[in-house]
């Protein structure tokens, strides 16, 4: 029996997406911090910061909660913000 290729759907440009990286600006925002000071908090360059709250790329958990460190936020919090959006 052959095995069927499941069709992933890339959710990139989702809405879930989207309110990710409008609640990832805020965050930064109200931490008071330029992409450029904070890519030097996480010792990334600025263009990581960019893609990600761009949506170019996307971030894994424990990056996630290493970026709402760096930013002083409550990684829960940010979460609770997505997640009203959608």
Request: glycine content about 6%; some cysteine.
């Amino acid at each position: 029996m052959a095995i069927r290729a499941r069709k992933l759907i890339k959710s990139v440009h989702s809405d879930g997406q989207h309110a990710f990286c409008e609640a990832m600006i805020v965050a930064r925002k109200k931490a008071g911090l330029t992409q450029a000071q904070l890519a030097s908090r996480l010792k990334r360059p600025q263009s990581f910061v960019a893609k990600y709250e761009g949506g170019e790329r996307r971030i894994d958990v424990v990056e996630f909660i290493s970026i709402c460190q760096q930013l002083g936020d409550d990684p829960s919090k940010v979460l609770k913000a997505i997640l009203a959006k959608l």
